[in-house]
């Protein structure tokens, strides 16, 4: 297994962290805040983010928290899906939408990165 010590230390899970923070922000406003399916699911699938690369950490195996990674990998393309639906609708605008598709972009590179590198050790 790796040699990161905790799951905080994780570039991805403070990346996504954030972007998980700036999705409740801007879902607690205006039309959106009253979409409760739209709003409820893009927050879950930002908190699942997190969430998996916190619990793969936790497993025996490498190969084990490879599975958790593909898995928050998938929801950065959630929240990304997500976040066409809100701008259609006008619950974020153009900015919004460039700022958070490209954060959740990047958490996703992240992720990826780190399965390459645990497939390499493995």
């Known amino acids: 297994m790796t040699n990161i010590r905790r799951f905080e230390d994780i570039e991805a899970w ?17 039309g959106f805040a009253k979409d409760y399916g739209l ?8 908190v699942s983010v997190i969430s998996n690369i916190a619990e793969g950490f936790s497993r025996q195996t490498d190969k084990e928290f ?26 974020i605008s153009q900015e919004e939408f460039d700022d958070l598709y490209k ?8 992720i ?7 497939r390499k050790t493995d």
Do not use: N, P
């Open 14 to 30: 403070k990346q996504g962290r954030e972007l998980a923070k700036d999705i409740y922000a801007v879902t607690g406003k205006g």
């Open 39 to 46: 709003k409820d699911q893009i927050r879950r699938a930002a």
């Open 66 to 91: 490879v599975q958790f990674l593909h898995i928050a990998k998938g929801s950065t393309s959630e929240v990304q899906s997500q976040l066409y639906i809100a701008a259609d609708l006008g619950y």
């Open 103 to 110: 954060r959740a972009d990047e958490v996703g590179r992240l």
């Open 112 to 118: 990826f990165g780190f399965i390459r590198y645990l």
